[in-house]
């Protein structure tokens, strides 16, 4: 490459599914009806929820919603090419991944309602979730911190010579942070076996592409620290998981991380304490509805004659009682016990916490 | 006199400042078109211009970082930390360069900005939305550490920090950011660093606080007063440099003194304190110093209720270090 | 028994510590083959693989997030800041994420590790190669902080951090790292953690410090002892958790105390301390309880002798606290 | 560009002046003779107050000095193509540049030896230089820190509408901080008028390159960033000074900030703390003997008839005496008064500085 003035560098999408959900013909996938149902029906389960939450929210049940309404492609089609130990790393808008690992929408409410049976305890906010059953490692919110901790993971795969890689979910408005700069750098330095997949859709909070960065997005990122690099589109469940298959072909090779750019948008507010009409059009927002992931995969099954409406309302319907029954379940599920509030800081309390312990305990004792 | 918010007072003085000072700039995760997440800098830069009002990608590092050159090149800049709990990316550029700065170089370039940040818990945040940071930036020569408790006091504080020379942490209570009103002049006003207020006169005892804590405070102290016990009530606003006049002459004439704040309890800036007022104070004090504050945990969200230092338990520790 | 100084007994527990648990590794900016700019990890990329000791790219961030993902993976990395000034780019991953961990994720997943820096002046290094950073660290629920102060200490408190299951910031004094010299077993044993060491006993006065500090304290004390005043000098040993039982029974019995630390007064850990004692020990104190520390300004070069704390200063508090 | 696998990102190296101190035939730039003479001159001088400094630092009079012997082309050459007042920072390596600016040794051994001359009062480590008169930024040892702050510095230039650019130098090392990603995000975001000047020298401090990154070297981030990017020979002056310029031109158009890479080596140690002899081979040290900057400017000039063997020895004999007179008068010039200890921490002096200057006082009174 010539150094030049205004150097170009421009990444094509790589897309297969189209609006009305065909596949270019020919087109070869090995996923299985089955996998393709349960596909759409995780993606809707997730849309579902968090709906619900996002009402529950409002009912003051719920403190605080991540939705990730358009966005369920990229969770949930990435989770469907790895294997199930494979650990992953979130940001916070990809339920979808931990939903296709078989985490139930009971155990969801668990946490989101941050009563007992949450696996945090009650500790952080909702939306807060993980399950090392389900080796998706617990949300945090410093946004970023988790790329360079994926690297990390993936470089103690490699060294325990286990058939597993890490995959760390992160979105454009993360890729700012120096923790992306280090958690590249280090995985492509030790290639360790770790897949950074990047939502970029278009916004952080209110904040569009244009104040994120100057460059063609985030991929050219990974071609400048020496990993192979995709851009796919993120709406597209066919091209997301084809790519993140790869992407994982490629770590077991041993030829190193993968950074994958997937393209969608944030059709819902960032979270139950935006407003998004105060920063952008509407009409922006339905020029999305088109390539929602959900509708394009089912026009896709619809086509494939493996699924129409009839099927989706009855689905619908005991999924949505599934849903119910689930929150009613965590409505009805007590909240961590005081003593919860000081384990788990160390392996062991020391004095110190012993003695708040106590002392709270006393307090609490003459509320009664 | 209109009656404002913290909010809006923050945001009336931040346009007072861009209005009489066109070195003035602020930005920060959302802070531009937006007009931040808690709506701060709203109409800046709509009145202002994006070159003095602006976005910034998230990158804290960053933010601390450019603000310093900005700083050094003659500006004054008001970046903004959308969260307290989400400044330390850029605590290394904070307390080895901004702080340092002047020092390092001589006087030759100094570092005046104030970097604005809302801290503390009681909204729900869990871990990394409720963190009370100031212990963690007051062991640090050369950034000053300025907290608000009311809007009156928020503005004209505000005011006084963008007009000082040097690097300050201005730490916004969030939890009262819209509980707390009061009236607040439209007019430029400075409130000056360095001098505690006395919120309350009392006898018996010195009750010290600062930002949204000082209300909890205050709450005890009245209830304290009800069962006969005088209490002196100062809310410090400035940390650092901190009005140490005003504490000792308190606590000389009180001879007991309880220190609350929300952070926990070990290695907070109620240590220092106390350090300060038993050296100062020793053959005054009745009772050991006592301290209120959060617990050694990280900030847990279920159990933020019991976590703060509320008025029911300062007022424990008052009656605890009465009966002494 | 061989005779070793700090670095060596240091490099002889990572030795022993690699030999006996293959899930240990370590790395940082020139660990790998060069061993570490002080020679602290020579020999273990050759004897153990240049995949158990490598060399990291200069990130603070990255290796302690790097850390974090390995010790999430079960093993038990030992991450080295070259220097401890230089932590701060990797604070926010110190403090937000590796300690508040297993908190956060309701004890499914842990951090131990041990996070190796050297601290401290005395080496001519000016700010950025001087700093005392463990108050920094000190109002961090979920991180231990261990600092030795010889080579027989350091051996048997870094083999015990790097079995314990939490991550410990292990801080050396890097002004002694080869001045500090004492008979050192080449065998494996352990020095518990949260166990102070009453270093010298006394009746008037108890002298508390760590690290390299607790040398000057030494000398002070035996400069006391000529003259008639009987110093019970502790070793802190372990900073987080404190073994307050050790300190406060000091205290009791000698009823005055001075704490020394090299780092600011303000905001330093003498003041937890100060506080702590304070409230536990108020009715047998004698005199207020003295802080001889750092000054409040950045670390000068060219003041660097002034600025220490050194044996002189240290008498200086003694007598003033004997006198009051 | 494609999303391909092992996608390669090479930059190539712009380099005029040959080995043997040739330019291309036909190649024009517009350095005057006098220039040229006194760019060797300077080069020669950075190079002669790094040996004495060492040689001092044996000698107990310096504590700590960071030759840049092998690289005073990237700093000399890079200044040259500056206007005065455009705004340098600094990593550490790049004393040529002060020097240019018009430092004199004199000013430069006051640093070193820290004493009351020295602009930063000998608060700093040596080899922390900085000069406000010479728009010179005071160099802090905490590695990428500058990066940012370079980028701040140009932002402010350009919403003040200055003539004025912001020149940041730093290493390949350093690259690998968060500092670097932010700093050169944020510039390019913004078009902010900095040039960052990457000394690509092969080593940070033991550690070669391999370790640092795994990418074509530094030269393809600034492409990702979206910023016009050049990589040139760090040891031909013609090179860098032209593609300076061109940078500095690029940023007074308004289109933003520029990544120069310079390719070069670390010929001594880091510091006089580091013995390179355990990490690195000799001979790959004598390669770069005849890539020397000096030397091939030398050359170059002798070709042309503005330089010779004698004038060379005139020249070297005035200079070294130049250089023995700074260091002298160096020595000769007071430490720093114990005031100045308490100074400039803040803008005014709080009451706990000035208990603990008066207490400082007292006991340095009852010592004499
Ligand atoms: C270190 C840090 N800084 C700031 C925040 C506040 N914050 C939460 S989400 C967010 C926007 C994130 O945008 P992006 O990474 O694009 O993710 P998206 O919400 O679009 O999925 C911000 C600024 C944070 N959580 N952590
Ligand atoms: C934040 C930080 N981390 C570590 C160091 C210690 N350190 C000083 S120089 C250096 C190597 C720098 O290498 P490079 O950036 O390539 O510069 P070079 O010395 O090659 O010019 C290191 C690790 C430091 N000064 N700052
Ligand atoms: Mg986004
Ligand atoms: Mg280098």
Redesign the interface.
Known sequence: MRSTERMAMKFETISYLDLEGNLPSGFKHDLSDETLIRAYKIMQLTRRIDERMITLQRQGVV??VIGSRGEEGCSVASAMALKPDDLLYFQYREQGAILWRGLSAEEYSHHML?NEKDPS?????SN?YGSKKHSAMTV?????TQIPQAAGAAYAMKIQKKDMVSLCYFAE??A????FHAGLNFAAVYKCPVIFFCRNNHY????PRK???AGDGIAPRGVAYGMQTFRVDGNDIFAVYDITKKAREICMRGEGPVLIEAMTYRVGPHST??DPT??RKDEEVCDWDPKCPVLRLKLHLIKKGLWNDEKDKAFKDAMHQEVEAAIESARNTP??S?E???QD?YADIPW??QE?YEF?QA??KEKN | MPVMNIIEAINNALHIAFETDDRV?AFG??V???GG?FRATVGLQEKYGV??C?????????I????????????K?IPEIQFA??I??G???I???I??G?????????NGMVIRTPYGGGI??????SQSIE??F?????L?VVIPSDPYEAKGLLLSCIR???PILFMEPKRIYRASKAEVPLEDYMIPL?KAKIAKEGNDLTLIGYGAQHHQNMTAAAEAEKMGISVEVIDLRTL???D?ETITASVKKTGRCVVAHE??????????????I???C?LH?E?????CCG????Y????EK??LPDSP?VL?SILETMK?
Chains 1, 4 share one sequence.
């Open positions: 403190n605080f941050l305890k009650g500790r952080q906010m807060h945090s919110s410093t946004l970023a408005g993360a700012s942070e120096g923790d952080a909070i209110s904040t104040f994120q960065y304490a935006d105060r920063y909240k961590p005081l919860t509030m000081f800081v110190n916490l708040q709270l307090l609490e | 700039i995760e959302d531009g078109f937006f997440v070159e003095r602006f976005d910034t990608p998230i990158s804290e590092l960053g601390m970082g450019f603000a310093m050159g900005c700083a050094q090149m003659g500006l800049p709990d989400y330390f990316p605590y290394d550029q307390v080895n360069e702080a340092k002047r020092y390092r170089t001589g006087n030759q370039w100094s729900h945040g869990g871990h990394y939305h212990a963690q007051l062991h640090t020569p050369g000053k000082a020379d040097d360095g650092n440099p901190l140490i952070a926990p309890i070990t290695g907070g800036f109620g240590g220092e304190l106390t350090a300060l038993q050296q100062r020793f004090l009772a050991p110093i006592n301290r617990f050694d945990t990280p847990s969200n279920a159990h019991r976590y338990r424990i002494y």
